[in-house]
C-alpha cells in the first residue's frame, strides 16, 4: 500500500527565515517519485520540486529543497527565505512505478508566513 | 493560455441535479486524470484516462460517477443526482505518455462544486 503522512496541520514562519515541512511514506514500490506541490488560496495546484528514489543528489529548484532520507522514508521540504507569498497549504505526494497512474497525497500542511 | 483548463471554476447545482465538469488537457497530452479534494483533505486519485479509453477508475465511486474522454472535446466529469456529499474540490490534470515514476503532471485550476 502507499501511504503519505503529514503531520503537521499548521506551521509558522517569520519572513525571511527558513521553515521545514514534514513528509513521510510508506511504499513497497522499488522505484517511486515524491513531490511537493503548493495550493495558495486561490486554489490550483502548483508543482514545485520532484525528487526520485533512486536520485542520490538532494532536488533544489530555487529557494525549495527537498531532504530526501531514504532509509527513514522521509521527504521533507525546505523553503529557505520565507516570503509572505509563501502562505499556502503545502502537499506531499508520491507515485509508485507500480501504481503509476496515480498520486497519493498527505493531508496537507498550511504555512503561514509572518511579516 | 497553453495550461490545463478547466470550466466552470464554481458550479452551484441543487440536490438531485446533474454536475457536468469540463477539462482540457494541455496541448500534446493526452492522458487525462481527475481527483478529488474533500475539505480539509488531500488530493484523492479518482479516475485516468486517455482517448477514447478508460484506463483505471479504481477511485471512481460506483454510482452516479461517470467520465469520459471523447476523440474531439474536452473530458467530462459528470455527476448524477447529486448529493451534499459530492460538494468539493475537483481537478484535473493531464501529462504526456507515462514514463515510470518520474513523470509529473499539469494540474488545472480546479471546479468547485457546491451542492445546495
Known amino acids: 500500500a502507499q501511504k503519505i503522512t503529514q503531520t503537521q496541520p499548521g506551521m509558522f514562519v517569520q519572513e525571511k527565515e527558513a521553515v521545514t515541512l514534514d513528509c513521510t511514506y510508506d511504499?513497497?514500490?522499488?522505484?517511486?517519485?515524491l513531490f511537493w506541490y503548493k495550493q495558495p488560496s486561490s486554489g490550483e495546484m502548483i508543482f514545485l520540486i520532484y525528487q526520485g528514489s533512486y536520485d542520490e543528489q538532494n532536488a533544489t529548484e530555487g529557494r525549495y529543497s527537498l531532504n530526501f532520507q531514504k532509509a527513514r522514508k522521509s521527504a521533507n521540504l525546505v523553503i529557505s527565505a520565507s516570503q509572505l507569498g509563501d502562505s499556502a497549504m503545502y502537499f506531499c505526494?508520491?507515485?509508485?512505478?507500480?501504481?503509476?497512474?496515480?498520486?497519493?497525497f498527505g493531508t496537507g500542511t498550511s504555512l503561514t508566513v509572518i511579516p | 493560455n497553453a495550461g490545463v483548463m478547466q470550466n466552470p471554476r464554481h458550479l452551484v447545482r441543487r440536490r438531485g441535479q446533474e454536475a457536468r465538469l469540463r477539462c482540457s488537457p494541455m496541448?500534446?497530452?493526452?492522458?487525462v486524470y481527475w481527483y478529488r479534494q474533500l475539505p480539509e483533505e488531500g488530493l484523492k486519485f479518482m479516475v485516468y484516462?486517455?482517448?477514447?479509453?478508460?484506463?483505471?477508475e479504481s477511485g471512481m465511486p460506483k454510482e452516479r460517477f461517470s467520465a469520459e474522454f471523447p476523440k474531439e472535446g474536452p473530458s467530462i466529469l459528470r455527476i448524477q443526482q447529486v448529493v451534499r456529499g459530492d460538494s468539493a474540490a475537483y481537478f484535473c490534470a493531464s501529462s504526456g505518455p507515462p514514463r515510470g515514476s518520474g513523470y509529473g503532471y499539469t494540474f488545472g485550476s480546479g471546479t468547485r462544486l457546491t451542492v445546495v
Open positions: 505526494a508520491m507515485r509508485g512505478s507500480n501504481t503509476g497512474n496515480q498520486f497519493y
Open positions: 484516462l486517455q482517448k477514447e479509453n478508460i484506463i483505471d
Open positions: 496541448k500534446g497530452h493526452s492522458h
Open positions: 511504499t513497497s514500490d522499488q522505484s517511486y517519485g
